[in-house]
C-alpha cells in the first residue's frame, strides 16, 4: 500500500533528486538521487577503528585485532558523512519523510559490503539502532529499520527490531556540544528484551550516521551486558 501511495504522489509531485534537487529521470536507476550524484558517492572499503577512525586492514568480520582493543566492536562504515550526495539522502529519508530513499541507501550498503571480506549472515543478529517510542511515532517510521528492510533484499538477514529498544528519550545529539554530554545524554538509554536470545550471539547494530560514536558504544555496552559475542556496527556514513 505504501509503494501504491508513493507512486501516486511522485505523479502529482514529480520526484527530485535529494543531492541536487533537480528532476529526476522518468527512468531513473536509483530511487530519489540521480545517477551522477550517486556516482559522487565514494564507497569506502574495509573495517574502521571506532575509536581513532583509521583503516582496519585485511581484518576478518569475526576475528583480528585492531588498534584500540578496548572498543567493544568494529566500525564498518560505507562512505563519508562530508559528501553531499550521501548527506543529503541521509536527511531526506530521516526529515524529509522521503521512506522509499531506504531503498539507495541499501544499495549504498550492497556496494559497500561488496569491498568486504565476505560476512557469513547467518552468523549475526541485525539489530536496526531503536528510537525512543515517542520518536518515532512522532516520525512515523524508525529510519534503520526501513534500510535493513531494503539491505535485506540483498542479503538474507535476520533482523530483530524486538530485542534492543531504547528504553527513555534523549536530547538528539546533534543538540549536544561535547563527547561528554553525548555520552551522558545516552546512558542507561538502551535495554534488552529477552537477553537469553542475545547471548553469546554475534551482532550487526545497523544505523544511519556514526559521528562521535556515543549512542552506538551505549548500546554495545547494553549487548555486552547480556553476553553478546563480537559486534559490528555497520552504517551508512561516518562524520
Known sequence: MAKIIQKILDLIFPPICAACEKKLPTKNTYVGVCEPCFNSIEIASGFICP?????????KPLGGRFC?????FI?????????EAARKLI?????????????????????????????DFKDFIVLPL??????????????????????NS???LNIRHD?????????????????????KN????????HPEEVESKNIIVLDDVFTSGATLREAVKTLKGVGAKKIIALVIAKA
Request: positive net charge; contains cysteine.
Open 154 to 156: 540483498y542479503y538474507p
Open 91 to 119: 536527511y531526506g529519508l530521516k526529515y524529509g519523510h522521503r521512506r522509499n530513499i531506504a531503498e539507495t541507501l541499501a544499495v549504498i550498503l550492497k556496494k559497500y559490503l561488496e569491498k568486504l571480506p565476505p560476512i
Open 130 to 151: 531503536p528510537l525512543h517510542k515517542k520518536k518515532e511515532r512522532a516520525r512515523g517510521f524508525n529510519q534503520t529499520f526501513l534500510i535493513a528492510q531494503a539491505l
Open 163 to 183: 530485542l534492543l529498544f531504547k528504553n527513555k528519550p534523549t536530547v538528539s545529539q546533534i543538540e549536544t556540544k561535547d563527547y561528554a554530554t553525548r555520552e
Open 51 to 59: 575509536k581513532c577512525k583509521k583503516r582496519l586492514p585485511e581484518i
Open 186 to 193: 545516552v546512558a542507561g538509554s538502551f535495554s534488552i528484551r
Open 75 to 83: 566500525l564498518a562504515a560505507a562512505t563519508n558523512y562530508k559528501n
Open 68 to 72: 584500540h582493543p578496548e572498543e567493544k
